[in-house]
């Protein structure tokens, strides 16, 4: 798992900008479900709770941990990174948390 302020650092911004990610976070998980993906923005979680924000669709009776298995079994090299143009049509669709 990786936390909100990591996830900022490693796009080059301060750790603190890890809690304006929700929305970014939202697009992917709009994306990951448009095309079938395990939810990548559950592996997003919170420094202090070690859970993710509530942007995480979870069926019913499954829960945060098997979502997280399935993002971390999934082979994210094999798949096509959404271009800007995908992500600016998934804006209208998903909302951005």
Not at 40 to 59: H, K, Q, R, S
Request: proline share 6%.
């Amino acid at each position: 798992m990786i936390t909100y302020g990591e996830a900022a650092k490693l796009m080059g911004y301060s750790p603190q900008a890890g809690r304006t990610l929700g929305g970014a976070l939202g697009l992917i998980s709009g994306f990951c479900e448009k095309n079938e993906l395990p939810h990548l923005n559950a592996i997003v979680v919170d420094f202090e709770t070690g859970e993710p924000g509530e942007g995480v669709p979870l069926a019913k009776g499954v829960n945060i941990l098997d979502v997280q298995k399935e993002v971390l079994r999934e082979n994210w090299f094999a798949i096509k990174a959404p271009s800007m143009r995908n992500l600016r049509d998934l804006q209208g669709q998903y909302p951005l948390v």
